[in-house]
């Protein structure tokens, strides 16, 4: 077997705790027997409580980008808005002209939000039905103010709301219906502490309706397959069982350590985080409220040769992100998302802390 022996503090894939491992181990079941449908059924009403939604909650066996195009599949019928400001939404974009739909991207710089006023501007043209917004910009840290911008869609109610929460659902409250988002799309292996490869949806009768309208949905992620078998808490396809298993017992752990107490934990590691940053000698990436409370995104102001840090941590077993796309070198990022607890931060900034004594 191979030997994976660093600590990880980058955004994704993060640490996964010994019980989770071990549910992804349970003997295997069809997933057309019963058994699997009762696990299913379990898992969504887990979701939609975790979620605040009455909506379908619906398991996509791929990773987030899979169901992300998949959305674009289903809900864009005339053209789309791509709000972008960083690596994940400006990918959103090309796969939403890589589907073939007619597409524009509205950008924010990076380390800036996606503001109500730019979402109504775009949207007043009166051109789109259908928009991609990332709550959580993984690539700098910034969370956009999703309640704000979720005020304005209410006036454009032919527009199908597509919502990434890829890095921030479960570790802040997110109210779907009372925000009134159509479909909400996350992957498992960030904000949720699961191994890769399995990502939930949530899909509103509206967008439900788009697509019954669109063509060309495909198969693998045709929305109204999905519907048809979340009526029997069943997928289209086979599922990722074992993962399923994993997030069967993960929302347990959610409801046992309470939801109010893990958005307040994240709270407190985000706020660790960030004062260690400012009282190493870095910046902040992003304007401070609208700082992530998943992970940090800091701005290497001290000089430090990330390259050369990161091989330090490495050596001594932590995994470090030294800055994602354009903005690597100039950029770290410290994950504090999942089950990760305030212990840990301070062990791994200490670590850091010891290093950059050494390095300068
Ligand atoms: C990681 C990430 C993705 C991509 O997820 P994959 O699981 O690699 O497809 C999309 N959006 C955000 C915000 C992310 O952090």
């Given at each position: ?72 599949r289903?809900l ?15 990918k ?84 779907l ?86 958005w307040?934990?994240?709270a ?6 960030r ?27 001290r ?23 354009k ?20 062990e ?13």
């Amino acid at each position: 077997m191979p030997q994976f022996d660093k600590k990880l503090f980058i955004p994704g894939p993060v640490e996964v705790a010994p019980e989770i491992l071990a549910a992804m181990a349970t003997p295997m079941v069809g997933h057309r027997m019963k058994e699997y449908a009762e696990m299913h059924a379990r898992v969504k009403v887990g979701l939609k409580k975790l979620m605040f939604t009455e909506q379908r909650v619906l398991l996509s066996t791929s990773s987030a980008f899979g169901i992300m195009e998949g959305a674009i599949r289903n809900l864009v019928g005339k053209r789309c808005a791509n709000f972008c400001n960083g690596a994940f939404s400006d990918k959103w974009h090309d796969v939403t002209l890589r589907c073939g739909k007619e597409a524009d991207a509205f950008k924010a710089e990076w380390g800036q939000p996606i503001t109500a006023e730019l979402v109504d501007k775009a949207l007043a043209t009166g051109k789109y039905d259908a928009i991609t917004l990332i709550h959580n910009e993984t690539s700098t840290g910034v969370m956009s103010p999703l309640p704000e911008i979720c005020e304005v869609l209410r006036r454009y109610p032919d527009v199908v709301s597509i919502i990434d929460t890829v890095s921030s659902m479960s570790a802040v409250k997110i109210p779907l219906d009372e925000l009134g988002i159509d479909c909400c799309i996350f992957g498992v292996q960030k904000a949720f502490a699961l191994p890769p490869g399995l990502a939930v949806f949530t899909a509103s009768e509206k967008a439900l309706a788009r697509a019954a309208a669109v063509p060309n949905r495909g198969y693998y992620f045709d929305f109204l397959e999905f519907a048809v078998n979340d009526d029997k808490d069943n997928t289209p396809s086979t599922p990722c069982i074992s993962q399923i298993a994993a997030l069967d017992v993960q929302l347990q752990r959610f409801f046992a350590e309470g939801l109010e107490n893990r958005w307040a934990r994240h709270a407190h590691m985000a706020e660790f985080v960030r004062s260690w940053a400012k009282e190493s000698g870095y910046g902040l990436f992003p304007e401070e409220r609208f700082c992530s409370q998943t992970l940090t995104c800091a701005s290497n102001v001290r000089g430090t040769d990330l390259a050369a840090l990161k091989k330090m941590l490495g050596d001594r077993g932590y995994a470090f992100d030294d800055g994602y796309g354009k903005i690597k070198g100039k950029t770290f990022r410290i994950a504090h998302m999942g089950d990760m607890q305030l212990k840990d931060l301070k062990e791994f900034t200490a670590v850091i802390t010891e290093c950059l004594g050494i390095i300068g």
